[in-house]
Every structure is written in C-alpha cells, then in structure tokens.
C-alpha cells in the first residue's frame, strides 16, 4: 500500500491549477443513464472514485472511455437495472444509481453503498423520498429493492434538514417523473447547481438550483450532452491552507473563489492576505495568525470537507480555537493522529478545542483515517520539523488529484513511496 512521505519546512510558492470537482463529477455520471446516447464530460479528475463509478457504469451496460480528463459514455437503451455489491461498496455515492435507473425503467436493485467511515449517513431521506413519489421500495439482503409499476409521480418534497446526495438523486428521479417536483429544504452546494445546469442541457425543467425550494418539471425523454466539472472546491481550500501554514504564496488557478466564501471569511479573520480573481485565488501566509472559533454546517456555511485541514493550520496558532462539528458525529478521527505529530487537541463530543503554537508539531509515521483526514495529516507533516509519513493514502487518492505531485511544484519536500 502507497505510503507518502514529508520533509517538513518548506515555504511553498508558485502557482498550481485545481482539479475537477469528485463531489460534482459523480452525479453527472451516474446522471447519463437518465438519457441514452453519448455524453461527453470534460474536467473529470482521474480520482479512484472516478475509476469505481466508471466500472460500476460498465457494469449496468454503459461504455466509458476515459483519457487524460475527458470522459465519454455510451448509455444503451437497454440497462442492466442491478448494482452489485462488489461495484458499490467502494464509495457513498454508488446509491445516486437509484434515482435514474428507478426513473427510467420502473425498478432498480441497488446494493447498500460503502465510503469513508465518518458517520451513518444514512439513505433514509432518499428513500423515503422515492416513496413520495410512488415507489415500493423495500431493503433486502443489504440490497434497495424499488418499483414503480406506474412510473414515478412528482410530487412535494420537504427534507428535515438539507442532504446532497438526496437532493441529487431526487432532482435526477424528477426529472423524467410526471409532472412537477418540488423539494424544499434543498442542499444549496454548488454541486447541486452543475448537476441542475447538466440535466437542463438534456432537456430537463430544473429550476431553483442553489436556493432552498427546487422545481423539477418531468420530461417524457432527455438527450445526451457535453459539461465541464466545476472546479473543486475542497481542493481549493486545501491547497490555501498549505500555502497558509507554510508561510508561502500561492496562487491557485482554476477555481472559483465564490464557492468558498465562509471558509475565505475564516482564513481572513485569521489574518491570511487573500486576492481573488474570477478564476484565481491568491494566499500570502505571513505568520502571526489569530485563533478563530468555526462551526460547520451546509452549504453555504463552513464545509464539513475542509475542517480537518483548517485544524491542521489551528495547531501552528497561539492561544485555543475551536471547532464544532455539526454534519457529521463522527469526524474527529484526524485528532489522534494530529497528537501523535505533538499537537494538543481536546475533543468533547462535537467540539474540538486546539491548543496552537507555531513549531509545535514534530514528525512520525501516522494513519490516514479518511479522505479529509489524510489531506489534514499531509498539511501537518508540510510544517512538522523532521519526517512525517502518512500511510494508507488510499483514502487520498479517492478524492485528490496528484496532491502531492502539486505540493512538490510549489516547493514541499514530499513523495510517494510505492509498495
């Protein structure tokens, strides 16, 4: 298993361009099978998660073809309408199968989905969702049974509290249901917004994307389309805390600054220089940084997918900051493996207090919980004096493109070793 090692205590400077979104290209590929025919996706990241939808597709019947960062798919009028364990337990969003197949032909049987160990995360909403809108849907064997003999019927849907991945398999379900969908209590992700414009190029009726009321209107047919991934944002924000807590300066092209605008507030309450462009963000660490208090919540509060690696840069400021977890129960793992590096963390349920210090943090081999996790760990090891090596990046390489490849252009001391 690949291990990557740290060199700590280099100031990083340069440019370096973000990949494509993992969290925006997985729905739009498991949004093909709503239209058959040849879809195009451009600024696709080559991520594992990419690679395991691409085989579940293949699995269902679909053709991809996947070179450099454009992925095409060949969607058959006829699909295998079962996703098997082995193709879905790799990641979470394997279920967003369910809303497409189960809208196109009347029935899917899909195997609960596997992921990160972060929490239940539970699918419930999904399906209760469906059952609104006239499935019977039972779970048997592990696997989600559904049908809808008489095909799916839009109908008024209320989330108790905001969830992405059921606002994406609703709005794809909707999308060839009868008549109007509305889901209220929408997520407002901009990953929400590009799956919206990609089914509008196939002929949807999605308005609302990126508000908390979405109306889907139900077509009888979509076609096939071309779409860019948006720019990962998660990426963004990682590479601005490595340039952060180096002390460097950086320029992150290819982004877009209007989708990190609770976490740019944090950094600059920091004290972190920040310039942004349309497509650019700019960060001039300088040192002497203030301690903050965050809380995370749903888009467009702070991320959930970027608090790891803010408490990286938490360790290397003076005085206690704090950080309240409000997605998810469980992601706080990062914070033994943090310690082992010598920083000091106290964890109460969902809150975590860090006590910060510049200098602190000293390195040693450490343990990649998830795929945040594994990118806070590498953030670490950036300013701990001495080697820091992250095992089972495989976590990594699940949602980051080249990460390392990246921190090595702009000056870190980093490689991969290969086992």
């Known amino acids: 298993m690949d291990k990557i090692r740290i060199r700590g205590g280099q100031t990083l400077r340069g440019e370096v361009s973000v990949s494509g979104a993992k969290n925006s290209a997985l729905p739009l590929i498991f949004s093909t099978l709503l239209a058959p025919g040849k879809h195009k996706l451009g600024n696709v990241p080559r991520l594992q998660d990419i690679f395991s939808a691409n085989q579940l597709m293949n699995s ?38 369910l809303g497409p197949l189960l809208a196109r032909f009347d029935e899917a049987k899909v195997s609960l989905p596997g992921g990160c160990a972060i929490g239940a995360r539970p699918i419930g909403m999904h399906l209760d969702a469906l059952k609104k809108m006239g499935a019977q849907i039972e779970v048997d064997g592990g696997y989600v049974v559904a049908k809808a003999p008489g095909g799916l019927k839009g109908t008024n849907i209320q989330f108790p509290f905001p969830t992405v991945g059921g606002t994406e398999n609703i709005m794809m379900a909707a999308s060839l249901a009868k008549g109007q969908t509305t889901i209220q209590n929408a997520a407002q992700e901009p990953e929400i917004v590009d799956l919206a414009n990609y089914l509008n190029k196939m002929g949807a009726d999605v308005q609302g994307a990126g508000d908390s009321t979405i109306q889907i209107q139900g077509q009888n047919n979509l076609q096939p389309a071309e779409h860019d991934v948006i720019p990962d944002r998660i990426e963004t924000g990682t590479l601005m805390v490595a340039a952060a807590i180096t002390n460097g300066k950086v320029k992150i092209n290819n982004c877009d600054p209007t989708h990190l605008t609770s976490f740019n507030k944090a950094l600059q309450q920091m004290g972190i220089e920040l310039e942004f462009g349309d497509d650019f963000i700019q960060v001039q660490g300088n040192g002497g940084y203030a301690s903050i208090q965050i809380t995370t919540e749903p888009f467009p509060g702070f991320p ?26 469980n992601r706080f793992m990062h914070v033994s493996e943090l310690m082992r590096l010598g920083a000091k963390i106290e964890v109460d349920g ?22 945040r996790a ?29 990460l390392e490849g990246k921190l090595k252009s702009l000056g870190a001391d980093i490689e991969r070793i290969k086992e």
């Open 60 to 97: 269902l019947g679909c053709k991809t073809e996947f070179e450099n960062n454009n992925l095409s798919l060949s969607v058959d009028k006829t699909l295998e309408t079962l996703a098997h364990y082995d193709q879905v337990r790799k990641m979470r969003a394997s279920i967003l199968v």
């Open 304 to 329: 959930t997918d970027l608090q790891a690696q803010l408490m990286a840069l938490m360790t290397q400021i003076p005085g206690k900051s704090r950080i309240i977890e409000k997605v998810f129960e």
């Open 350 to 371: 969902h809150e975590a207090i860090i006590h910060g210090s510049e200098g602190n943090l000293v390195g040693a081999p450490v343990m990649a919980t998830d795929l």
């Open 374 to 402: 594994s990118a806070s760990l590498i953030l670490a090891g950036l300013v701990a004096s001495g080697e820091t090596v992250v095992n089972r990046i495989y976590h990594l390489d699940r949602g980051y493109e080249n």
